[in-house]
T-cell receptor, first 115, second 117 residues
Framework: EAQVTQNPRYLITVTGKKLTVTCSQNMNHEYMSWYRQDPGLGLRQIYYSMNVEVTDKGDVPEGYKVSRKEKRNFPLILESPSPNQTSLYFC??????????????FGPGTRLTVL | AQKITQTQPGMFVQEKEAVTLDCTYDTSDPSYGLFWYKQPSSGEMIFLIYQGSYDQQNATEGRYSLNFQKARKSANLVISASQLGDSAMYFCAMREDAAFGNEKLTFGTGTRLTIIP
């Protein structure tokens, strides 16, 4: 089954304790991206990757790191989480396309609470 | 400036009625795509419907249709014969072709739809 998986699905942590949210896709997609969802703000892009070893900042990258060592995996790293990073996080993947129709496949979401 | 505007934070609709969720957008890119997603209380993002900027006809997918008015820059989602299972948050999103390499979707703030039995 074609899918994007994220782990963990739920996480409660404390300020300053490094954490990693994993994302994996089995569709051989070049493109992967992280979004965060906050009430009243919709989803905003954090980082994206066009392919292995190619990553770039999205709209809200502060406080986050990513890596893309393998095509299927795109982990999100919070080196020193703060309460303002409490949010619902989505990983998404797609092919790279020059067409405006390019469906992105979303993971199930990771609900993170930073105390 | 907001690229995607959804002006209805919440809506209540009687079951079996039709509902229109508003979405306006702003872009200078002549080629773009508009997407609607449904997010039920379980949290996942479910793709509903797509409209391309060059599409001549309004998109339809089962009970979902998109009322695309290009000159007004609006892409309203119409759900016919609403069902209790339609209760969810709905997001309008846009992909601009000029952003090739970054397949970013720009999202609106969402509309929470509640269907009343």
């Amino acid at each position: 089954e074609a899918q994007v998986t994220q782990n963990p699905r739920y996480l409660i942590t404390v300020t300053g304790k490094k954490l990693t949210v994993t994302c994996s896709q089995n569709m051989n997609h070049e493109y992967m991206s992280w979004y965060r969802q906050d009430p009243g703000l919709g989803l905003r892009q954090i980082y994206y990757s066009m392919n292995v070893e190619v990553t770039d900042k999205g709209d809200v990258p502060e406080g986050y790191k990513v890596s893309r060592k393998e095509k299927r995996n795109f982990p999100l790293i919070l080196e020193s989480p703060s309460p303002n990073q409490t949010s619902l996080y989505f990983c998404a993947s797609s092919l790279l396309s020059d067409s405006s129709y390019n469906e992105q496949f979303f993971g199930p979401g990771t609900r993170l609470t930073v105390l | 400036a907001q690229k995607i505007t959804q002006t209805q934070p919440g809506m209540f609709v009687q079951e079996k009625e039709a509902v229109t969720l508003d979405c306006t957008y702003d872009t200078s890119d002549p080629s773009y795509g508009l997407f609607w997603y449904k997010q039920p209380s379980s949290g996942e993002m479910i793709f509903l419907i797509y409209q391309g900027s060059y599409d001549q006809q309004n998109a339809t997918e089962g009970r979902y249709s998109l009322n695309f008015q290009k000159a007004r820059k609006s892409a309203n989602l119409v759900i016919s014969a609403s069902q209790l299972g339609d209760s969810a948050m709905y997001f309008c999103a846009m992909r601009e072709d000029a952003a090739f390499g970054n397949e970013k979707l720009t999202f609106g703030t969402g509309t929470r739809l509640t269907i009343i039995p």
